[in-house]
């Protein structure tokens, strides 16, 4: 009964590097979120995405992020050009679909250190 | 938009110490509550939930009631243990009629048990 998986738990880039972190959701869930959690801060929406599409992204930085989550495979978030401040743990969660309360089920988290 | 304040941290108690941890909240519609836990290492894991006005959500130990007259939602348990050891996240959830799912998280509370 697997939960939402993601990888890597750690990634290192040095500035300037593209940092492509990966979420499986829950199996037969078919809405993603994406979060941040900067250092001792609580968690922060990036964007919910359903297959294919991305419903909201308020919270994705304008520039060098992206995310995706195709018809087949993992979503994916992607920072371009890191910097030092992207250094944070990113979480993904997953829910079955809106409509009542979905609860949302969260991975490990990918934790992103830039140098 | 939604937000929630939550009760500095971090926390230190002893064990068998009674805990309250604050969470007072704002949120456009009537949404539901939700506890999440936070263990080292570790993604989120929901630790209770309230649905409507007066509810109690409960588990392992620990309460909260949903005060919709203060907008808030304390969490409480009797007894705490060292293995309650953790960052609990108090977040508002937008409820059915909303068009999103997104979760907003106060920063949240460390709270440290010592044996």
């Known amino acids: 009964n697997a939960g939402v998986m993601q990888n890597p738990r750690h990634l290192v880039r040095r500035r300037g590097q593209e940092a492509r972190l990966r979420c499986s959701p829950v199996?037969?869930?078919?809405?993603v979120y994406w979060y941040r959690q900067l250092p001792e801060e609580g968690l922060k929406f990036m964007v919910y995405l359903q297959k294919e599409n991305i419903i909201d992204e308020s919270g994705m930085p304008k520039e060098r992020f992206s995310a995706e989550f195709p018809k087949e495979g993992p979503s994916i978030l992607r920072i371009q050009q890191v910097v030092r401040g992207d250094s944070a743990a990113y979480f993904c969660?997953?829910?079955?679909?809106?409509?009542?309360?979905?609860?949302?089920?969260f991975g490990p988290g990918t934790r992103l250190t830039v140098l | 938009g939604d937000s929630v304040t939550q009760m500095e941290g971090p926390v230190t108690l002893s064990e068998e110490a009674f805990l309250t941890i604050n969470c007072t909240y704002t949120a456009t519609g009537y949404p539901s509550l939700f506890w999440y836990v936070q263990y080292p290492g570790e993604g989120l894991q929901l630790l209770l939930k309230a649905t409507k006005a007066d509810d109690k959500g409960s588990n392992k130990g620990f309460e909260a009631t949903y005060r919709k007259e203060t907008t808030s939602f304390h969490l409480e348990k009797g007894s705490v243990q060292v293995s309650d050891s953790a960052v609990y996240f108090c977040?508002?959830?937008?409820?059915?009629?909303?068009?999103?799912?997104?979760?907003?998280f106060g920063t949240g509370t460390r709270l440290a048990v010592r044996p």
């Open positions: 977040a508002p959830h937008p409820g059915e009629k909303s068009s999103g799912d997104k979760l907003t």
């Open positions: 199996k037969g869930h078919s809405h």
């Open positions: 969660a997953s829910s079955p679909g809106t409509g009542g309360l979905n609860e949302q089920f």
